[in-house]
């Protein structure tokens, strides 16, 4: 009996081979390249290129069908043999239409292919033949197809929802179209031998893959998009706006192309066999390659949209010149009408040089943006297109011809596992089978003939997407065990570690901007503060002042334990003010008075000088503003305190309140090595200063009174009016943490000079 099943078998085989063999697929392919006028959209031509090429491949596919002899035997004309090749074959786009510039000129090339199964011809082209309403239903949908396409070559540029309804209306009359060619092309297949039911039961199923409800939705949706977005540029008058609505558009237009052809996506199921599988990952890869080079091609329009549009905004804007003065005009009078005019055209030019960095920052900043959208929209479009990509050579395919032989070895008793040796078409790989029962070690070892292995592939990288073995999937029919063992892995596909770069492109853009818009946020708020740098740099000796944005803050000893001077804690509120980032150097004290008044000068130009008293100080300002043209003084207590505090925040020392990382920070007794040091070795505070706590003293400008805070008005105070000492803070070299607290006070007269107390420069902003 089982012979005969295995007879039957073999026979039902052969006759299904014999017969797929009799048949003959012809392809036929037509590539069509158009240029994009300048009154037409480049949507317009694709689409106008998509309906040609699908023409011109059927017009191919008739002149054969011409030569058939079934067909000549009706007497048909040429255009109806193109009508009749639509009925039976189905026109497909290779790839997705492509762009590209040659010579300034912008092209679109589309590729169109059309495959007719002979075998099922003839059956086709009788029932079509002997059905009057079908052929004239042919026709009609023919003649139809070219008018759509005539129609969309005469189109204007601004015709947007009137492109949109023709391609709505294309894509319907195509797939009405493919569902009654694969009605005939299944009732062919059907009417042949039983043996091809296998054939018909697939396109059956892909006739119910390609249902019109979430095609149609899709269609529905994009259309309705396409439509809001067109009437959002039509009203939009503003260049700017209207570039960026540009922008966006062609970003969202390229993701519904991308959308549609996932909606035509076969699913991976188990029947996936490899070969289909090899087929749908160069699909991909070219579907891939395809959106890359729409996607660069995006963002380079992208970006110059907005340059262009910035560069003509900018050569809008001219200065608001005052009218000169008549040379007519009395002497008397002229010089002072010329200092007038001088001035209000410096104004005028003042406001134009703003008006054009304004645009010139706008422009930088979307220009950061474009450079952020683009990897963020190529990320989201090819993200679907890489996950399947990845699904498919995640996947483990086994071929008939796949057994492999397998040698086991001697037991490894260390490692509780038998060595094994896997081979396949004369390669070896080697493998373990870990069995750590003893028992059923033993038993394994006797009936190791039992063990049979499988060789499982998987799709890779190379000249040509390929497979290797990577997996054997090995069975031991006496134990009822079976196990699937990694012996090798695939090389990646190139387009997936491509789009774990373009992730990491996207998260550093994205940071980037973030940093542009922190600090173009923050100019702003220097320009309303009258400010145009946080730094001044002194044109006479160098030294650098950053700028303290004002607030209020806490002062005195938030944290317990300090002196009586330092309480009661009470808020203050200081202005805005420019704040040396140094204390007061040996090089600067001697580029100004001359002399080098410093115990430590060993140390160099680049220490601290001391040995200075409050009075000589003010005698180094006056110098120096003088010079410089700079109005500098001492900070007040409460400035001190508040950027010591990295803007008033609650910390005990410069940059931390962590006494054990104070020497991160600080030159105090415990480290200093009995001197001072240079300034800037150690951590500045939040604010950027450095040596706010530690290496000398600093001079403040207030005058000490012990219970001042008792009395201290809120809004920057100044110290009391009179006194006979003068406030020093901040510690020093020889003196241990609990001096160097933020809000530690100590008095000095004002002509004392010490090895331990120096001095840092305030800058107050003119209100």
Not at 254 to 277: P, V, Y
Not at 330 to 354: F, L, S, V, W
Request: net charge neutral; hydrophobic share 40%; with cysteine.
């Amino acid at each position: 009996m089982m012979k005969k099943i295995w007879l039957f078998l073999l026979m039902f085989t052969g006759i299904f081979s014999y017969s797929l063999a009799l048949a003959e697929v012809r392809v036929f392919e037509k590539e069509v390249v158009e240029a994009v006028g300048q009154n037409q959209r480049r949507e317009q031509m694709e689409a106008f290129a998509v309906r040609k090429a699908k023409r011109l491949v059927m017009e191919e596919a008739g002149r054969h069908l011409l030569s058939m002899t079934i067909v000549q035997n009706y007497q048909i004309k040429q255009d109806d043999a193109a009508a009749i090749a639509s009925g039976v074959v189905q026109a497909k786009i290779v790839g997705s239409p492509y762009v590209q510039v040659e010579n300034g000129v912008l092209l679109v090339k589309v590729k169109a292919r059309a495959d007719m199964d002979t075998d099922i011809l003839d059956h086709q082209i009788q029932e079509i033949m002997a059905d009057k309403e079908t052929l004239k239903k042919l026709d009609a949908d023919w003649r139809k197809d070219k008018e759509i396409e005539e129609t969309l070559l005469k189109l204007k540029r601004s015709e947007a929802k009137m492109l949109g309804k023709l391609n709505a209306q294309a894509l319907v009359l195509d797939q009405e179209r493919e569902q009654r060619r694969l009605s005939r092309e299944e009732r062919a297949v059907r009417a042949r031998d039983e043996s091809l039911r296998i054939e018909a039961d697939r396109i059956a199923k892909e006739r119910q893959l390609q249902a019109q409800t979430r095609i149609v939705q899709t269609l529905a949706d994009q259309e309705k998009a396409r439509q809001e977005e067109a009437v959002a540029l039509a009203v939009e008058k503003d260049r700017i706006k209207r570039a960026l609505l540009e922008n966006e558009h062609r970003w969202n237009d390229l993701a519904r192309r991308a959308k549609l052809t996932q909606d035509s996506w076969i699913t991976l199921d188990d029947d996936l066999t490899l070969k289909e599988a090899m087929e749908e990952a160069k699909n991909l890869k070219a579907e891939i390659a395809d959106l890359t080079k729409r996607l660069d091609i995006q963002d380079n329009e992208n970006v110059a949209n907005i340059e262009n549009v910035y560069t003509l905004e900018i050569a809008q804007i001219k200065p608001d010149l005052p009218p000169a003065p008549d040379d007519a005009e009395k002497t008397e009078t002229r010089d002072q009408r010329m200092k007038d005019y001088q001035a209000r055209a410096d104004a005028a030019n003042k406001d134009y040089e703003a008006a054009v960095e304004k645009l010139r920052a706008d422009r930088n900043l979307k220009l950061a943006e474009a450079g952020v959208a683009y990897p963020e929209q190529s990320v989201k479009i090819l993200e679907p297109f890489i996950l399947r990509l990845q699904r498919l050579q995640a996947r483990k395919f086994a071929l008939p011809e796949g057994a492999m032989t397998v040698v086991l070895g001697i037991q490894d008793t260390d490692k509780s596992r038998f060595p094994m040796t896997l081979t396949y078409k004369g390669e070896n790989w080697p493998a373990a089978w870990a069995c750590s029962d003893p028992n059923r070690a033993m038993d394994f070892a006797r009936t190791q003939t039992d063990l049979k292995a499988k060789a499982l592939f998987q799709l890779e990288e190379g000249k040509e997407v390929s497979y290797r073995l990577t997996a054997a999937h090995v069975t031991h029919a006496g134990m009822k065990e079976s196990r699937e063992l990694e012996l090798a892995k695939p090389v990646i596909f190139a387009e997936i570690g491509a789009f774990e770069a373009m992730r990491t492109q996207a998260a550093a853009a994205a940071n980037k901007l973030k940093k542009l818009v922190k600090d173009m946020e923050r100019a702003a708020k220097l320009r309303a503060f009258g400010i145009t740098s946080e730094i001044i740099k002194d044109p006479v000796t160098g030294i650098e002042s950053l700028f303290i944005e004002g607030g209020c803050y806490r002062m005195g000893d938030t944290f317990g334990g300090g002196d009586p001077g330092e309480q009661p804690v009470h808020e203050v509120c200081v202005r805005h003010f420019f704040m040396g980032k140094y204390e007061v150097t040996q090089g600067q004290w001697k580029q100004v008075m001359g002399s080098n008044p410093a115990s430590f000068k060993d140390c160099g130009d680049d220490c601290p000088v001391e040995k200075v008293s409050w009075d000589d100080v003010q005698d180094f300002i006056r110098r120096l503003n003088s010079q410089s043209g700079m109005h500098y003084r001492l900070p007040t207590e409460a400035e001190w305190e508040y950027a010591t505090r990295s803007g008033g925040k609650n910390e005990k020392w410069a940059g931390t309140s962590d006494e054990a990382s104070l020497g991160d920070y600080a030159w105090i007794a415990g480290n200093s090595g009995g001197k001072t040091h240079a300034v800037g070795q150690k951590k500045p505070n939040g604010l950027g200063l450095y040596d706010m706590s530690g290496n000398v003293y600093e001079w403040c400008n207030d005058w000490f009174v012990r219970n001042y805070y008792v009395q201290s008005p809120k809004d920057n105070p100044t110290g009391p009016f009179t006194g006979t000492s003068r406030v020093e803070r901040g510690g020093a070299w020889s003196f241990d943490a609990w001096f160097a607290r933020a809000s530690y006070r100590v008095r000095n007269v004002p002509g004392l000079r010490s090895d331990s107390l120096g001095f840092r420069l305030a800058l107050p902003i003119r209100q």
